[in-house]
Each structure stands twice: as C-alpha cells, then as structure tokens.
C-alpha cells in the first residue's frame, strides 16, 4: 500500500462523531465501530462524557458493537469516560500499531472488513485502520468550545504533510457534509 492509498479515509464526516447515524452505517454494512476518544469522543481534557455522546452511544449501540481505542494513557480519564458510556476499552493504543484494534477485533469477534475505524486523525486513527483493512471514518474534531473548529494545528499540519507524500485526503467511498437526521 502507498502513502495514498494509507491516509485515504473511506468516509470522511464533515462534522462531529455525533452525526455519524445509525443509517450510514448500514448503509455501509457495518457490524462495529471502534472509536478514537480524544477529539473524536470527548474535547482533550475532558473527564467525561458528554449527555449528547451518550444518547449518540445508546442509539448507535441498537445497530453495531462499539469498542474505545485510545493512544492515551490515563486509566483514571478513559476509563471514566469508557464506564459513563458503559462500553468496553483499550488505553495507551500507540497507533498507529494495530495491536490493541486487533484485540479489539477479536473481542468483538468481527472481521476488520466490517468494523469502522472512527477517529479525527489521519496519522493515527485512519493509518491504523486502513492498514488493518477496515473500513476507516474521519470525522471532525470536537474541541473545547473556546477553540474555533477549524484551527485545529494538529489536524492541519497532518492533511498538510499527507499532501506532500502524496495523498488527497478524499474519500474512498462517500463525503457527507450535511446530514439530514431524518432521512
């Protein structure tokens, strides 16, 4: 696989997490969903989750299995957030390294070809997931409220340097920029 082909998300949701519902999921045949925490989840320094997430949690739990899959390593922080949404985790992911998705995988007894890759960074969440052959969901990331949405330097610099390699960060199968909940 090239540089392209690695950094290339299948879906890529202009928005947050929040908006990815249960109906683009099946759309997409999917059976489960590993999630990303910091910024995909949970603002970076937040110690819990929001009412919102765990509505988006209970809804989207009806129709895929979900398991939490952080680079952090703050037991205290991601399991507080893992047990308010009383869904499983896996902590200190070094992702890209597939090891603790793959585990995850195996817990949720799916192949990698039916489970999404859910995060808000290229470098990490999607490298890891498209190396694992998953279908691989970049989302927008939620920030503390006074942080603007689109000054995200991280996020910026990795579109940037993905650039470089070669990569035009556009999805493979479908952008959704506004999503009709109703539909």
Avoid: C
């Avoid at 995988?105 to 490298?127: H, I, K, S, W, Y």
């Avoid at 990331?141 to 035009?168: C, K, Q, Y």
């Amino acid at each position: 696989m090239n540089w392209n082909e690695l950094l290339q998300p299948d879906l890529i949701l202009e928005s947050s997490i929040l908006n990815l519902s249960p109906d683009i999921v099946k759309q997409y045949e999917l059976k489960g969903l590993v999630l990303d925490v910091d910024e995909t989840l949970v603002p970076f320094n937040a110690i819990d989750a929001s009412s919102e997430l765990q509505n988006w949690v209970q809804e989207m739990r009806q129709v895929v299995s979900l398991w939490l899959v952080s680079n952090n390593i703050s037991e205290a922080r991601i399991g507080n957030i893992a047990r308010s949404l009383d869904l499983p985790y896996y902590l200190g992911a070094a992702k890209p390294s597939r090891r603790k998705i793959r585990a995850a995988l195996e817990q949720m007894d799916l192949p990698a070809n039916q489970v999404g890759m859910v995060g808000d960074r290229l470098f990490t969440d999607v490298l890891a997931g498209n190396r694992l052959e998953m279908f691989t969901i970049l989302v927008e990331p939620i920030v503390h409220t006074d942080v603007a949405m689109r000054s995200h330097p991280i996020r910026n610099f990795e579109v940037w340097i993905s650039e470089v390699l070669g990569a035009t960060i556009k999805p493979k199968k479908h952008r959704f920029t506004k999503v009709d909940k109703d539909s």
